[in-house]
Structures are given as structure tokens and as C-alpha cells.
Nanobody, 123 residues
């Protein structure tokens, strides 16, 4: 069975950092594009970042460029989202998801999802 298990969320003060992890089991992460999405209550999931499996290209939402970094550790079969200079508006539930080879902005195209991880930025 294919699973994505997330960890690393929590409470952080404005300006602080968190690193989200997304560990895959049952499949090799490197063969898939992995995206990170955020979701606020009552709203649709919104793309934050993605890394493709074809050439390792990375994509970021304008709101997080320069502050968030997506990376992959193939030896650990794990994807990471390093979030720096966090702001209260970054508070949301964050999900990782896997799809084919290339990244899509449309979350409905992703096949496998992590369980979600709450990130709260507050003083």
C-alpha cells in the first residue's frame, strides 16, 4: 500500500522556522512529483510548492518565494518543506501529495496524500 506520512508541524512565533517532512512508504518518492498544499477551514487547497521527478524542477507560490525551500532526500525516501520567516498568514493545515512525473497546480490531479499537518504562526 502507498502512504505519505507527514511530520514537523507545530506552533512557531512570527519570523521563526519549521521544517515539514513527507515520508513515503510503498513506493519510491523519486519517481513522483511531490507537491505541498495548504488549506484553511472552508477553503480549497492551495499550492505552495512542488518538485518534479523528471528534472527536479521546483515551483513556489509567489507568497512563499525566497522563504520556503522544497527538497528531497532519496536515501530516506522523504520530501521536505523548509519554511523560514514565517508569518501569521502562513497558518494553515499543510499537505504533501504525489502525482505522476510533473507538477500540477490543480490539487485534484494528485493521487496520494499525506494526513495533513497543522502549522500555526502566532506570538
Amino acid at each position: 500500500q502507498l502512504h505519505l506520512v507527514e511530520s514537523g508541524g507545530g506552533l512557531v512565533q512570527p519570523g521563526g522556522s519549521l521544517r515539514l517532512s513527507c515520508a513515503a512508504s510503498g513506493f519510491t518518492l523519486d519517481y513522483y512529483a511531490i507537491g505541498w498544499f495548504r488549506q484553511a477551514p472552508g477553503k480549497e487547497r492551495e499550492g505552495v510548492s512542488c518538485i518534479s521527478s523528471s528534472d527536479g524542477s521546483t515551483y513556489y507560490a509567489d507568497s512563499v518565494k525566497g522563504r520556503f525551500t522544497i527538497s528531497r532526500d532519496n536515501a530516506k525516501n522523504t520530501e521536505y518543506l523548509q519554511m523560514n520567516s514565517l508569518k501569521p498568514k502562513n497558518t494553515d493545515v499543510y499537505y504533501c501529495a504525489a502525482v505522476g512525473i510533473i507538477c500540477y497546480s490543480d490539487y485534484t490531479l494528485y493521487d496520494y496524500w499525506g494526513q495533513g499537518n497543522q502549522v500555526t504562526v502566532s506570538s
